[in-house]
Nanobody
Framework: QVQLVESGGGLVQAGGSLRLSCAASGRTFGSYAMGWFRQAPGKEREFVAAISWSGGPTYYADSVKGRFTISRDNAKNTVYLQMSSLKPEDTAVYYC????????????????WGQGTQVTVSS
């Protein structure tokens, strides 16, 4: 099983940017699709973005499309989430995940979860 460790969360003002990273253990990182989910207080965990093992195609939630970009570096066993034009409603704990394909991640079929990193956007 792949182990995932997120980093890069923090406090940012509305309109600002953050880049989240997720470092994965295991020699088979390049064979997994990767994704990001988030969970705000009192709400269910929701899909944010997914990327295939090769780096494409990518999928995004409508709420983040055009503002967030998911990417991966298989040589570094790392997936990234570049977040721009942040809004207070983006405040949540962000979780990294793995799945067999990016579509399976979009559908919530998750093989592994990270522990999460907090993102807080102030107005």
């Amino acid at each position: 099983q792949v182990q995932l460790v997120e980093s890069g969360g923090g406090l940012v003002q509305a309109g600002g940017s953050l880049r989240l990273s997720c470092a994965a253990s295991g020699r088979t990182f390049g064979s997994y699709a990767m994704g990001w989910f988030r969970q705000a207080p009192g709400k269910e965990r929701e899909f944010v973005a997914a990327i295939s093992w090769s780096g494409g195609p990518t999928y995004y939630a409508d709420s983040v499309k055009g503002r967030f970009t998911i990417s991966r570096d298989n040589a570094k066993n790392t997936v990234y989430l570049q977040m721009s034009s942040l809004k207070p409603e983006d405040t949540a704990v962000y979780y990294c995940s793995t799945g067999s394909t990016s579509v399976s991640i979009l559908r919530g079929m998750i093989a592994s979860w990270g522990q999460g990193t907090q993102v807080t956007v102030s107005s």
